[in-house]
């Protein structure tokens, strides 16, 4: 249910803004690696970026290597994309990972989706999606 990689990297779709704050986050996913925040006051693990830890308000935050393993929280198998760019890509599946490490992002699912469940064991694999190498997953079975 998922589209092939190859064809990720000729989509020309719009790609995630960089800012100052999310920059490390970017930089580490170019060189096919996740990284998160964790917070050093309340040791609270921070993903989307962030400016202050949204469990204590501290602003004591740095990155950490995330270990690429999460589940499935929520899944969806687009086959109507809502921007045009990703029609060749369709059918793909979009996911919830619930990191191992406790915060869940939003990302997609590369390889075969075949009988996707939640729960699922999900591991990294960034993927070149418009000429951009981006944090993707794929089922770890």
């Known amino acids: 249910m998922t589209g092939p990689s190859e064809t990720y990297a000729g989509l020309e779709v719009p790609g995630p ?59 969806s198998h687009v086959h109507k994309p809502g921007h045009p760019g990703w029609i060749k890509a369709a059918p793909y599946t979009i996911i919830l990972v619930q990191l191992a490490e406790g915060p869940t992002m939003l990302s997609h699912l590369v390889g075969e989706a075949g009988d996707l469940s939640v729960g699922d064991p ?13 944090p993707c997953f794929e089922v770890a079975r």
């Open 17 to 75: 803004t960089t800012t100052a704050l999310t920059e490390p986050f970017w930089e580490a996913a170019a060189d096919g690696r996740l990284i998160i925040q964790k917070c050093r006051s309340c040791g609270h693990a921070v993903f989307y970026p962030r400016s202050h830890c949204p469990a204590c308000w501290s602003a004591d935050l740095s990155w950490i290597e995330a270990s690429g393993n999460g589940r499935v929280k929520s899944f």
């Open 122 to 134: 999900l591991r990294l694999r960034p993927t070149n999606i418009g000429g951009r190498i981006l």
